[in-house]
């Protein structure tokens, strides 16, 4: 079994950062790709950034500039978010894909208001 802890979401103003950490944790074997996606009330699940295990990155366009995703460790990924928008108010999911299938975290909120 795979465990995915998410920390770091909030209430924050436009302009802000905020910091999203995920670990996972259990019988991993193999990372393929470690990612963020984020679900707004309303809208479908989204893919924000990934990283994969030869540190190659993607970005949706509306975060390229904004948002930085990394790996701290074999395990462990991190969002760095710049320039919060309101747009960008979500419950923000960690993804980790192995050759024995996907994985997602609980969900953190990430809420941008004035």
């Known amino acids: 079994q795979v465990q995915l802890v998410e920390s770091g979401g909030g209430l924050v103003q436009p302009g802000e950062s905020l910091r999203l950490s995920c670990a996972a944790s259990?019988?991993?074997?193999?990372?393929?790709?470690m990612g963020w996606y984020r679900q707004a009330q309303g809208k479908q699940r989204e893919l924000v950034a990934a990283i994969t295990s030869g540190s190659n990155t993607n970005y949706r366009d509306s975060v390229k500039g904004r948002f930085t995703i990394s790996r701290d460790n074999q395990n462990t990924v991190s969002l760095q978010m710049n320039s919060l928008k309101p747009e960008d108010t979500a419950v923000y999911y960690c993804?980790?894909?192995?050759?024995?299938?996907?994985?997602w975290g609980q969900g953190t909120q990430v809420t941008v208001s004035s």
């Open positions: 259990g019988r991993i074997f193999s990372i393929r790709a």
């Open positions: 993804n980790v894909e192995t050759p024995r299938g996907g994985y």
